[in-house]
Each structure stands twice: as C-alpha cells, then as structure tokens.
C-alpha cells in the first residue's frame, strides 16, 4: 500500500494539470452517492464521509472532519484511501485536507475558465481560511489578472494571505471594504464557515462571476439567496446542491428560483466548454459548490498515476 503525505499531494496536484484532468474526469462514469453525515459532539462540529468509484476499478472514501471552531489550526482535515474494486484491498492512503483544498480549488478555477467573461482583470478572494491561497493560485492559473484583492473580516489575516501568495509570486492586496472589492471585480470567489450572508445583492456588479464555495449545508450562506434570480446559476453537482447547496437551496425554498434554473452541472460545463454559456457581456454568472466525492478520486487516480510516471 502506498502513502501520500500533503507534500506528495501537492507535487502531484499542479493545479493546470489538475483542473485539466477534472474536465476529463467528470466525463466518465463515477458512481458517487450522498455523503454520510455526523455530528460527534452534538453541535457545529461534524464527520462527513464521501464515498466514490469505478466499476471493476477503483473505490475512494474520504473522512472529513470540520471543526469550525479550531483557532489554531486549520477547521477542515480529511484523510484518503483508496480500494481495489477488482480485489478489495487497500491501494493507497493519501492526504485528504491537501486533496480537497486543490480538487476545490481547480474545480472553481474551472468553472471560471468556462463562466467568467474572458477580459475578465480582477480577482477578489472573499475569506482568509485554508482554501483562500489554493483559490487564488488555481485561478492565477487559468486566467492572467492584473489584480487580486482578499478580504476578510480581520485585517491581518487578509495581508497574511496576501504574503503567502507572494511567497508562491503572485502579487496581491489585502481589501478591508467589502463592498468597494466588489465593485472592482470581475471574477469573485469566496470560501468561508459562513452561517449568515456577507455578500449582499445590490453589491454584485452586472458581469461579475461568483463562485460560493462554502455554505455546505442548508442552512450556511455567503450571498444573499436574492442574487440567485439576478444570476445565472451553475452547481458542482445538481444533487448535491439540491439537497444541502446554501444560498441555492435557500432561494428555492423561498421561491425566488426553481431547482430547473440550475442551468448546468460542472461536468456538463466542461464536456462544452465553448459553449456560450454566458446570456451577455452583463450577466451574473454563479457556480455553486458543497464538494462532491467523484472529484475526490478523480484527483486520487491522478496522485497515483503521478508516482507511477515519475518511477518510469
């Protein structure tokens, strides 16, 4: 059996590479049911499992634990392993919480490479947690910004983002206005353990794309469910977010949309992705994302695949 520490992960995980590799990926049949899940504790604090495979090939589980109220540490850790489907036996044990930081980020950055309006300058990254460097060097991989802003609701978080990013060279700048980082952006990705929206309707500006990674459960939110019928809206996974998607769920639930203007799932975006997606120039442009688990081990297969290349 073979193990895979968050520097392996990450060496085998360049994010053009990956986000290629989920375009494909999601093409093929990848069995990946409801994730299970579990609160240990009784409160904030939960357990997800995310089962995925192939036939006859390859099975995947991933152990999430999400503690929202770690300070010290990150509040999402995972762990990975992957089963035979010809035999049963373990094939391999990975780093989850680096496997998800990248699936998530490569997933948004393809989706933006599809929605986002191709003049597109700015980037704002909204949330200072773990995934916000992962976000923003996924994007910087898919689209040449002239701008990165990050914002988060305390100050020195946001500049220590933007000192990570440096240190990776890519230039950034820490926002304290909220609403003045919208009005600059073209491209707007947020990442937060949000319960309550921060991000307010009237703030998003006509051709701006937004994708919401956080809100994972049915009652989390980053933006107002009033966006969504200003927008066009885009899921990771129509099942998944129909049945814990945020501020999507939220806005069907109080009839501002319906389940049927979910316009595509990201591997409907990914097989066309010349398509014009897009209705005009100034159209919203949403992809939602709570995570699902065939993008787990599509990412996994590709781990493998990378020590095997690098063995000869």
Request: hydrophobic share 50%.
């Amino acid at each position: 059996m073979q193990f895979f520490d968050q520097a392996a992960v990450a060496q085998a995980l360049p994010y053009p590479a990956l986000i290629d590799a989920l375009a494909t990926g999601l093409q093929q049949a990848i069995a990946s049911p409801p994730r299970s899940v579990y609160t240990p504790n009784g409160d904030n604090s939960m357990v997800l499992i995310m089962p995925a495979w192939k036939a006859q090939e390859t099975m995947g589980v991933k152990l999430v634990s999400i503690w929202p109220g770690n300070t010290a540490s990150s509040a999402v850790s995972a762990v990975y392993v992957m089963l035979s489907c010809e035999d049963g036996h373990p094939v391999a044990v990975l780093d989850g919480t680096e496997l998800t930081l990248r699936r998530t980020a490569a997933a948004a950055a393809l989706a933006a490479r599809i929605l986002a309006r191709q003049n597109s300058q700015t980037l704002a990254i909204l949330g200072t947690g773990s995934l916000s460097v992962p976000l923003a060097v996924a994007h910087a991989s898919v689209m040449d910004f002239k701008n990165i802003l990050v914002w988060g609701r305390h100050p020195q978080k946001a500049q220590d983002v933007v000192t990570s990013l440096a240190r990776q060279g890519i230039q950034a700048k820490a926002s304290s206005d909220l609403q003045a980082t919208l009005a600059q952006a073209d491209v707007v990705c947020a990442a937060s353990t949000a319960t309550a929206p921060f991000i307010r309707s009237a703030w998003v500006m006509p051709g701006t794309h937004l994708g919401l990674m956080g809100a994972f459960t049915p009652n989390m939110a980053e933006a107002e469910p009033a966006l969504m019928p200003r927008a066009q809206v885009f899921a990771d996974s129509r099942d998944a977010i129909l049945q814990k998607g945020g501020e999507v769920l939220q806005a069907i639930q109080q009839g501002l949309m319906t389940a049927g203007d979910i316009q595509a799932e990201l591997a409907e975006l990914a097989a066309a992705p010349q398509r014009a997606w897009r209705q005009s120039e100034d159209a919203i442009t949403v992809f939602k994302s709570v995570g699902f688990a065939a993008l787990d081990l599509i990412a996994a297969e590709r781990v493998l695949a990378a020590r095997q290349t690098a063995a000869g």
